[in-house]
């Protein structure tokens, strides 16, 4: 059974190489993001909270955190182990974790701010489906207009610069210590995430010990 951890800033590719990851390996990927926005999409008392938290560009307390990852993780779905993203995201968090889980690696994807900002701020929503676009990387064949429905594409509400600095400061002060925490107990491994995604996840496997990573 293996179970890691990935971290790292927004606009990383957390969730991009835990997919993959969890892919090959038969491992359950949990992100915590994704379990909050189902609540916000199924209008949900828990959603309620986390869209006036995200409304005003902050993140969502320790004890909510603490208590949907431990719910998540008590189903004990993950026969094979798990890769958890957005958890833990302070030193609190981490020791709780820790308390309760024994785990084979952490994986660090580092990305400078700058280049955070680049791929945060480009980022779009279409206003009728949701489906995601990127700017740079992702962009719809008529501008302004997603290619599924026509709807028209928006900026998130969370996705202006102003907001975004708050999250970075924020990210930087309380996960910036937990990195340290995992440091001084051997579980961190780096990886440079301004790559492309086959070429990190191959990175990924390779520091790991992990079978090769084959598209």
């Keep these: ?7 790292g800033v927004q606009g990383s590719g957390k969730g991009t190489q835990a997919t993959l990851l969890a892919g090959d390996l038969d491992l359950t990927h949990i992100s915590v993001g994704d379990i909050f926005r189902w609540h916000v999409k199924q209008h949900t008392k828990l959603g309620a ?18 208590e ?14 798990f890769v958890i993203d957005g958890f833990p995201r302070n030193r609190r968090q981490a020791e709780f974790f820790l308390e309760s889980y024994d785990i084979d690696g952490v994986i660090h994807l580092d990305l400078p701010d700058d280049e955070v900002r680049r791929r945060v701020l ?28 026509g709807g028209e594409l928006v900026t998130r509400a969370d996705d202006t610069p102003e907001a975004l600095a708050r999250r970075l400061r924020d990210y930087h002060d ?3 210590p937990v990195l340290e ?9 780096t990886i440079d995430a301004r790559g492309d995604k086959a070429s990190i996840q191959r990175t990924v496997r390779d520091r790991l010990g992990l079978p090769p990573y084959t598209p």
């Design 68 to 81: 949907v990852v431990g719910e998540r993780l008590r189903q004990h779905d993950w026969n094979y182990g």
């Design 122 to 149: 480009a980022r779009r929503l279409c206003s009728r489906c949701g489906m995601d676009y990127n700017l740079i990387a992702h962009r719809p064949e008529v501008e302004g207009r997603c290619d599924v429905c």
């Design 1 to 7: 059974m293996r179970k890691y951890v990935i971290m």
């Design 181 to 189: 925490l995992f440091r001084g107990k051997e579980y961190v491994t």
């Design 174 to 176: 309380k996960t910036d």
């Design 49 to 66: 909270q986390v869209r006036r938290l995200v409304a005003a560009g902050e993140l969502v307390g320790d004890d909510l955190v603490e």
